[in-house]
């Protein structure tokens, strides 16, 4: 994983509505960009419906959000549409950021080794550099964590 105090790795992936976005979009803006295994999934989804829950506040804020799975294009407008998630999802099936982030892991379930995505959250600041790093987050919390530490910092 790579480490708060580092510069962010720039990207340029394909939208749910099919255009380019890169991190470097975003400069001069804080920006939240979390990886995780795939659309539809249990968790996978409980995360992205706090992150949609809590949109307004990180509007507030002045942050953006952004998630990142291998998925493709098809499949995060078929999830966006279904849970009416309002941020910017990116289809990286190359790998390209994921490998870039250092989020592409070797797993263990049940016994059985696979590679896959480490559910990831960065905090890039408005200097393209990694503020903050959570690792192996919890779907159900990660969103609220990441609010409550942006109001610890304004506060």
């Not at 470097?24 to 989804?45: A, I, L, R, W």
């Not at 706090?50 to 493709?72: C, H, L, P, Q, W």
């Not at 190359?94 to 263990?108: G, H, N, P, S, T």
Request: glycine content about 10%; some cysteine; overall charge neutral.
């Amino acid at each position: 994983m790579l480490e708060a105090g580092t510069k962010a790795p720039d990207f340029t992936l394909t939208d749910k509505k099919g255009q380019s976005v890169s991190l470097s979009d975003f400069s001069g803006q804080k920006v939240v960009v979390y990886f995780y295994p795939k659309d539809n999934t249990p968790g996978c989804t409980r995360q992205a419906c706090a992150f949609a829950s809590d949109f307004g506040k990180y509007g507030e804020m002045g942050v953006n959000v952004i998630g990142i799975s291998r998925d493709t294009v098809q499949s995060h407008v078929r999830f966006a549409e279904k849970y009416s998630l309002p941020f910017i999802l990116l289809s990286d099936p190359e790998l390209d950021a994921i490998k870039k982030y250092d989020v592409w892991k070797e797993k263990k379930l049940y016994g059985k080794v696979s590679f896959g995505v480490v559910r990831t959250t960065y905090l890039i600041d408005e200097n393209g550099i990694i503020e903050k790093v959570w690792k192996n987050v919890k779907p159900d919390t990660n969103s609220q964590d990441i609010i409550g530490y942006l109001e610890g910092i304004r506060g």
